[in-house]
């Protein structure tokens, strides 16, 4: 998820309030209008508690200002509450709501004995005036698309692979349609009438569950080139080279490319020839050829 371009407006009301109002109250609290701010979808309003939110809270005067915004919204709101008469002002500062829809934010502003004490003066001629004024920053969240599978990972995720490859002791499975695309020697076994095609089920014993595994990476286009490496390369040659699998049998010599030096070249060379690898094999002549240059110009 990622944030939007944020937006900044000025929130101000005031709210008038007869004492009778609040002495008679019935309910918890007292709310005043509802006003929209200029950012978009986002209002607010306040609510006094002249006997606290709770019973713990009975003899606190509580003064809150709630915000609805639209799910998948931050805000941040920097305001004060204040009573101006009776000199007391709730100051909150970069008050940040993520809740998904609406929030809250106050604090006692005074108990109730002095709240309806002539001294104090939060009500003067019947009336007590509440202002309410502020910053609010809003901004909102997008969320980022879930990525959809593609066409190869699905089928590399599926668990309808009809055909068995047996390594070993251990299996692997695979989509029959996909082997066949991928080599022509796997497609006549499982075309032939053969015990292999009527079971579904390939044995393999002359080469290792690593590489089979390997070519099943390749069948469903994931990434080997980190997988080649130095010790497993000609036993994948062999195998790409036998079971007629030519893509695979280049990107395997492509994966070596920068990986001959002088003290390989000659185990690559002699890997080359025994696995019908051409373009192993140019260059590893054109590395020697290179390094012979080097030697005479010294």
Request: with cysteine; proline share 1%; charged share 25%.
């Amino acid at each position: 998820m990622f944030r939007e371009r944020t937006n900044e407006c000025q929130i101000h009301m005031k709210w008038r309030i007869k004492e009778d109002d609040v002495r008679n109250i019935q309910g918890q609290s007292i709310e005043s209008k509802t006003f929209k701010a200029n950012a978009p979808s986002i209002k607010y309003f306040l609510s006094l508690y002249p006997n606290g939110r709770n019973n713990s809270e009975a003899n606190s005067v509580k003064l809150d200002v709630h915000f609805d915004f639209p799910k998948f919204f931050v805000i941040t709101a920097s305001f004060s509450i204040a009573v101006k008469s009776a000199s007391k002002k709730l100051k909150f500062t970069d008050v940040t709501f993520v809740t998904g829809g609406n929030g809250s934010q106050g604090a006692s502003i005074c108990n109730r004995d002095e709240l309806f004490s002539l001294e104090k003066k939060f009500f003067v001629n019947g009336f007590m005036e509440i202002e309410f004024e502020g910053t609010l920053k809003a901004s909102g969240i997008k969320r980022k698309a879930p990525e959809s599978l593609s066409l190869t990972q699905a089928l590399w995720e599926a668990d309808d692979k009809d055909v068995t490859i047996v390594v070993g002791e251990q299996e692997l499975k695979v989509h029959k349609w996909i082997l066949c695309v991928k080599s022509s020697v796997f497609k006549a076994e499982l075309n032939s009438g053969m015990k292999e095609a009527l079971e579904n089920k390939i044995t393999i014993t002359d080469f290792s569950f690593e590489t089979v595994e390997i070519f099943l990476h390749y069948c469903y286009e994931r990434c080997i080139y980190n997988l080649i490496t130095e010790g497993n390369a000609s036993e994948l040659l062999h195998f790409a080279d036998k079971y007629n699998i030519e893509l695979l049998h280049y990107r395997i010599q492509t994966a070596l490319f920068g990986k001959i030096g002088t003290a390989n070249v000659v185990k690559f060379a002699n890997m080359s020839v025994t696995s019908s690898a051409h373009e192993l094999q140019e260059d590893c002549v054109c590395f020697l050829l290179n390094a012979i240059n080097v030697i005479t110009v010294g």
